[in-house]
């Protein structure tokens, strides 16, 4: 339990050490503690952009946050703390506890008695119940010549209106409610049932023979027969358990159920598939930005072309093209990744940057080779003063409108691989439509 409380209290030291860390404004409010966490912590291992974001790492977190704090309450639900005595039920049936005992602790399944009820009137068949008692006293005995365990002795056989009293000769040994008590010694028992169906009584008897008992080896199987010996008194509805071993306090407890292993675990397991989710919309969104960079390459280069051939210059033409699209911004247009790429290029020549290393910088932050193609075109102008560069720019746009048909065609033929499913899907409804109406109208 503690250490579920432990990784949660840490979680929150971190997300409170983090809280200055900056993270994107499209992050939800509530998203943003464990992103500035998970962004701070991939800055300081040096992974950030890598294989993993910020964001990515923050969903991880956010879900192990949570699967401590759901972990804790489970595993102090599961410690229900330390317990006197054993509470008696309908049937028998089999407890396993935890003995603690001088600092040691001992897993020890202990068999508890059925509490014993005062026989009732019960309808019932006499030769059937004799049959089911043969076959149902041994209770996972091999036979009664070789009884080593507790005998299945009901008051009612089940299914059937009887009751049963039941006496032995040796009570000490096998008592009425087929508790066996074992000595170093074989011994011989005569087992009685007295058998009552309404006003009709008949006995049956059977002779049992008990095997010695195995000495106890260990503490625990010592404790084990301590606590089992406290079932003399059976008429009570709770099992006393001893508090003591040779002089040593004994503490019994349940053992914990393995619920709060197990919410942790699959709160773990959440983040990593958030995680892996995070990673996969990160893959679409830079498609995403590749598709609409090279949409928006062939306006681009055919603007700079008109641009320069009306007697601008490359710079200016760049800050003509950057301008324009503020204004289209400040109108309500869609955010253009090439566009803020360009715009980006313009302030770093406005604050000093060289008008070559600006270019260089374009063709670097552009993931497609066609921006590095234009970047290149440009710096070399300015180095070697290539005249025809003008030319250059119209075959680079003529080429660019050619890539965009071929990409438009591929994108449309995907579209096309999409819809063959539900195109499968609505032939199959209307054969459906067609044949079962037919199918009918025969009487097949």
């Given at each position: 339990m503690w250490i579920y409380g432990c990784i949660f209290l840490v979680l929150c030291g971190f997300l409170i050490i983090t809280r200055g860390e900056k993270v994107e404004d499209s992050c939800k409010r509530v998203e943003r503690p464990f992103?500035?966490?998970?962004?701070?912590?991939?800055?300081?291992?040096?992974?950030?952009?890598?294989?993993?974001?910020?964001?990515?790492?923050?969903?991880?977190?956010?879900?192990?946050?949570?699967?401590?704090?759901?972990?804790?309450?489970?595993?102090?639900?599961?410690?229900?703390?330390?317990?006197?005595?054993?509470?008696r039920r309908e049937q028998d049936y089999e407890e396993t506890l935890e003995a603690r005992v001088g600092g040691e602790v001992f897993e020890i399944p202990l068999q508890v008695s059925a509490q014993v009820y005062e026989p009732g009137k019960i309808e019932e068949y006499l030769e059937e119940a004799e049959e089911r008692l043969d076959r149902d006293i041994?209770?996972?005995?091999?036979?009664?010549?070789?009884v080593t365990g507790d005998?299945?002795?009901?008051?009612?056989?089940?299914?059937?209106?009887?009751?049963?009293?039941?006496?032995?000769?040796?009570?000490?040994?096998?008592?009425?409610?087929?508790?066996?008590?074992?000595?170093?010694?074989?011994?011989?028992?005569?087992?009685?049932?007295?058998?009552?169906?309404?006003?009709?009584?008949?006995?049956?008897?059977?002779?049992?023979?008990?095997?010695?008992?195995?000495?106890?080896?260990?503490?625990?199987?010592?404790?084990k027969e301590e606590a089992e010996k406290g079932q003399e008194n059976k008429t009570g509805n709770t099992l006393l358990l001893p508090e003591s071993y040779e002089g040593q306090k004994v503490e019994w407890r349940r053992p914990e159920e393995g619920t709060a292993v197990a919410v942790f675990g699959i709160a773990v397991l959440l983040g990593i598939l958030l995680m892996a989710s995070g990673l996969q919309e990160r893959k679409k969104e830079?498609?995403?930005?590749?598709?609409?960079?090279?949409?928006?390459?062939?306006?681009?280069?055919?603007?700079?072309?008109?641009?320069?051939?009306?007697?601008?210059?490359?710079?200016?033409?760049?800050?003509?093209?950057?301008?324009?699209?503020?204004?289209?911004?400040?109108?309500?247009?869609?955010?253009?990744?090439?566009?803020?790429?360009?715009?980006?290029?313009?302030?770093?020549?406005?604050?000093?940057?060289?008008?070559?290393?600006?270019?260089?910088?374009?063709?670097?932050s552009c993931p497609l080779a066609a921006y590095k193609t234009l970047a290149t075109l440009l710096v070399q102008n300015l180095r070697k003063g290539n005249r025809h560069l003008l030319e250059l720019l119209e075959q680079e746009s003529a080429q660019a409108f050619d890539d965009r048909k071929r990409q438009a065609k591929i994108l449309g033929e995907e579209a096309g691989t999409k819809l063959l499913f539900p195109m499968i899907l609505l032939l199959g409804i209307i054969f459906v439509i067609i044949l079962v109406p037919a199918w009918m109208s025969f009487g097949l």
């Open positions: 992103v500035r966490a998970g962004s701070w912590f991939c800055r300081k291992a040096g992974i950030e952009g890598r294989w993993i974001r910020g964001r990515e790492a923050g969903y991880f977190l956010a879900a192990v946050w949570l699967g401590s704090f759901l972990g804790f309450f489970a595993a102090a639900g599961e410690s229900r703390g330390e317990i006197k005595t054993l509470e041994l209770k996972g005995n091999t036979s009664l010549s070789q005998l299945y002795l009901p008051e009612q056989v089940e299914g059937l209106p009887v009751t049963v009293s039941w006496y032995t000769d040796h009570p000490e040994i096998l008592d009425w409610t087929g508790r066996v008590e074992r000595s170093e010694q074989k011994q011989q028992v005569l087992l009685q049932a007295e058998l009552i169906c309404q006003e009709e009584k008949r006995q049956k008897t059977w002779e049992v023979t008990v095997l010695p008992a195995e000495k106890a080896e260990g503490i625990d199987g010592r404790l830079q498609e995403m930005r590749e598709r609409q960079m090279m949409a928006d390459y062939p306006e681009i280069v055919n603007q700079l072309a008109l641009l320069l051939s009306a007697g601008l210059s490359a710079r200016r033409a760049f800050a003509r093209l950057s301008a324009d699209y503020q204004m289209r911004r400040k109108r309500g247009a869609k955010a253009r990744y090439a566009y803020d790429a360009l715009t980006l290029c313009c302030r770093e020549m406005e604050q000093g940057v060289p008008e070559a290393a600006a270019y260089e910088h374009l063709g670097g």
